[in-house]
C-alpha cells in the first residue's frame, strides 16, 4: 500500500470549513483513499473513502486530484466536536485483501472556538 | 444497523497474568473481524483477521493468540501478559466481501490495558 503524508497539525475555527491535506504520490491505479478520524480514546471512526471522484457524504467531502496524488478532506462547518486525530489512508481494495489498514501519524486538528 | 461491542473497557493486569478481550457484532452475519493495538503515539498495527469461523491470520509474531469460536464473537488472548503488552486494542468489523468489496472497516470502542 502505499504511503500518505499529513500535516502533523492544524488549527481551524469554529464554524468554518477545516481543509485537511494529504500526499499520496505513489498511489497505484487499484489504491483507494480512505479517511478515518480517531477522538481522544475512542476507536478510529470512519469518515470516507474515494477512487478518483470526488465524493461526499453527510460528514464531509472528499477532493481527489486528477493525478490522485493528493487528496483533501473538507469538513464544511467544524465544531468543537471535530477536534480528533484524521488519518488518511491508501490501500487495495477487492476480494479478499486481507483488509489491513496501515494507520499513519494523521493530523491532529483543534477547532477553537 | 450494525453495532460493536467491546469489554472491558479499560484493564490493569500485573505482568505474567492471563488475558482474555471480547468483541462482538449485532447486526450482521459472516463479517471480517480484526484486532488491532494502538501503542504509544497513534499509528494502529494490525494483530490478527479472521473471515469466518475458526479462521484467523496473525500479522506479527507476539505473544497473544486470537480465536473466533462463533460468527460474530472475536477473542484476544494471551497466556502470560509483558509489559509491553500495554496499550488500547481496538476490535474491528467489516461486511463479508460480497455485500462490500471495498472492504470498510468500522471499529469498536476499544479496551485499555496497563500491564503492570
Known amino acids: 500500500d502505499a504511503k500518505t503524508t499529513q500535516p502533523p497539525s492544524m488549527d481551524c475555527a469554529e464554524g468554518r470549513a477545516a481543509n485537511l491535506p494529504c500526499n499520496h504520490s505513489?498511489?497505484?491505479?487499484?489504491?483507494?483513499v480512505y479517511w478515518y478520524r480517531q477522538i481522544h480514546s475512542q476507536g478510529p471512526q470512519y469518515i470516507i473513502h474515494?477512487?478518483?471522484n470526488n465524493e461526499t457524504n453527510e460528514m464531509a467531502s472528499l477532493i481527489i486530484t486528477e493525478d490522485r496524488k493528493s487528496s483533501t478532506l473538507i469538513l464544511p462547518h467544524a465544531t468543537l466536536r471535530d477536534t480528533a486525530v484524521y488519518y488518511c489512508?491508501?490501500?487495495?481494495?477487492?476480494?479478499?485483501?486481507?483488509?489491513?489498514?496501515?494507520f499513519g501519524q494523521g493530523t491532529e486538528l483543534s477547532v477553537k472556538p | 444497523s450494525q453495532t460493536i461491542h467491546q469489554w472491558p473497557a479499560t484493564l490493569v493486569q500485573p505482568v505474567g497474568s492471563p488475558l482474555s478481550l471480547e468483541c462482538t457484532v449485532e447486526?450482521?452475519?459472516?463479517?471480517?473481524l480484526y484486532w488491532y493495538r494502538q501503542a504509544a503515539g497513534r499509528g494502529l498495527q494490525l494483530l490478527f483477521y479472521?473471515?469466518?469461523?475458526?479462521?484467523i491470520s496473525s500479522e506479527v509474531p507476539q505473544n497473544l493468540s486470537a480465536s473466533r469460536p462463533q460468527d460474530r464473537q472475536f477473542i484476544l488472548s494471551s497466556k502470560k501478559l509483558l509489559l509491553s503488552d500495554s496499550g488500547f486494542y481496538l476490535c474491528?468489523?467489516?461486511?463479508?466481501?460480497?455485500?462490500?468489496?471495498?472492504?470498510?472497516?468500522?471499529f469498536g470502542p476499544g479496551t485499555r490495558l496497563l500491564v503492570l
Open positions: 474491528a468489523w467489516s461486511a463479508e466481501v460480497n455485500r462490500n468489496p471495498q472492504e470498510t472497516q468500522y
Open positions: 505513489t498511489i497505484s491505479g487499484n489504491e483507494y
Open positions: 474515494g477512487l478518483k
Open positions: 489512508i491508501v490501500r487495495v481494495v477487492g476480494y479478499n485483501q486481507g483488509g489491513k489498514l496501515i
Open positions: 447486526g450482521t452475519s459472516n463479517p471480517n
Open positions: 479472521s473471515v469466518g469461523i475458526g479462521q
